[in-house]
């Protein structure tokens, strides 16, 4: 190991203890982070559904809505707008999470806003900003 590498590695570790990421032991040579694009900008989005067991309890209504809504995300993620986005498992209620990259809040908040199940007053939706620290390259 070289005189470098070694406290670059205990700094990344102290990070990964005081962030709570998930970090794995690297065998190559460390380097840093990729930043994103400096046009680009992150954000968090939930959507919530109107009842924390609508997953398993939904309408004929709300099935066709869902499924649209899922059209929608698939067709935006083939956009590289959307870095991830999925149901969470939370135990008290499921809801969605999307990360999205993009270049306003405003860009942000229309994609969120155009979700058909947001549309149809089926789930509702927060987009707030953040900032991505470490990606998967």
Known sequence: MTF???P???????????LGAACVAQT??????TPPSATKLQFFLKLTPPRP???ATLS?????????HAAYWA???????????????????DWGMAVLEVATQ????????????VKAGVNSVEVVPMRVFLRKQ
Request: glycine fraction near 6%.
């Open 4 to 6: 470098f590498r070694a």
């Open 8 to 18: 670059l590695l205990r700094l990344t570790a102290i990070a990964c203890l005081l």
């Open 28 to 33: 190559g040579p460390v380097t840093a982070p």
């Open 53 to 55: 067991n609508f997953a």
């Open 60 to 68: 004929d209504h709300e099935r066709e809505v869902m499924m649209a």
């Open 75 to 93: 067709d935006l993620f083939k956009t590289g707008k959307v870095l991830i986005i999925g149901p969470v498992s939370d135990p008290k209620g």
């Open 106 to 117: 405003a860009e942000a908040q229309q994609m969120a806003d155009n979700d058909p199940s």
